[in-house]
């Protein structure tokens, strides 16, 4: 499979404990995003990068909230100290932006991974 | 700041007719309109697109329309069928950052 992948698919947790997800994106994607979606509504950016660096990150991300992209190759998401309004799907999308004068291209999204916080 | 506003919230039509789904963006330097059509436990999966330099795109059954005055984006579905029944939703994004912000979403029932 060449697309997007996640792991864990699922993860259930206390309050209070850390969590840490991975994204595998299409190989040859420079661009790899962070979204969040809890039921009923669309996809909130998190955060994303360009190879291994960060870009941006969202204004209303808590500091527990951490992203990382050492190689520029696969990304992980680390939440500390979880709390119940964590709860949500943890998507990963990735895309390629080509040289100085690159526009957006696709994003391919992973199948998620679902948290649950109790 | 960024916000995509969709209506409608919900749509149910029979089978065979068409449905519209409406947009509007309030970034200026946004330029690529991608919908998405997500299934009940999958992923978001592109259905189309439109760049800011087009005015409107169709692919088969599915058609995409920008209006760049107005800040409004539409996706047409023509001869809907049962298995068009999920949840839409547009975004909006600019050439820099390639961040997609969402729509609320549409769900959408085709009746057979």
């Known amino acids: 499979d060449t697309g997007v992948s996640q792991n864990p698919r699922h993860k259930i947790t206390k309050r209070g404990q850390n969590v840490t997800f991975r994204c595998d994106p299409i190989?040859?994607?420079?661009?790899l995003y962070w979204y969040r979606q809890t039921l009923g509504q669309g996809p909130e950016f998190l955060t994303y990068?360009?190879?291994?660096?960060?870009?941006?990150k969202s204004r209303l991300l808590s500091d527990r909230f951490s992203a990382e992209r050492p190689k520029g190759s696969f990304s992980t998401l680390e939440i500390q100290r979880t709390e119940q309004g964590d709860s949500a799907m943890y998507l990963c999308?990735?895309?390629?932006?080509?040289?100085?004068?690159?526009?957006?291209?696709?994003?391919?999204f992973g199948p998620g991974t679902r948290l649950t916080v109790l | 700041g960024e916000n995509v506003e969709q209506h409608p919230s919900t749509l149910s039509v029979q089978e065979g007719d068409s449905a519209v789904i409406k947009c509007t963006y309030s970034?200026?330097?946004?330029?690529?309109f991608p919908w998405y059509k997500q299934e009940l436990g999958k992923r978001p999966q592109l259905i189309i697109d439109?760049?800011?330099?087009?005015g409107e795109k169709k692919d088969q059954r599915i058609a995409v329309t920008l209006n760049k005055t107005a800040k409004h984006f539409s996706l047409h579905i023509t001869e809907t069928q049962p298995e068009d029944s999920a949840v839409y939703f547009c975004?909006?994004?600019?050439?820099?950052?390639?961040?997609?912000?969402f729509g609320q979403g549409t769900t959408l029932q085709v009746k057979p």
């Open positions: 999308a990735s895309s390629y932006r080509g040289g100085l004068a690159g526009g957006v291209n696709e994003q391919f």
């Open positions: 190989s040859e994607h420079n661009r």
């Open positions: 990068f360009q190879n291994e660096a960060q870009l941006e």
């Open positions: 970034d200026s330097a946004s330029n690529y």
């Open positions: 439109i760049r800011s330099n087009v």
């Open positions: 975004a909006a994004s600019s050439t820099n950052t390639g961040k997609l912000i």
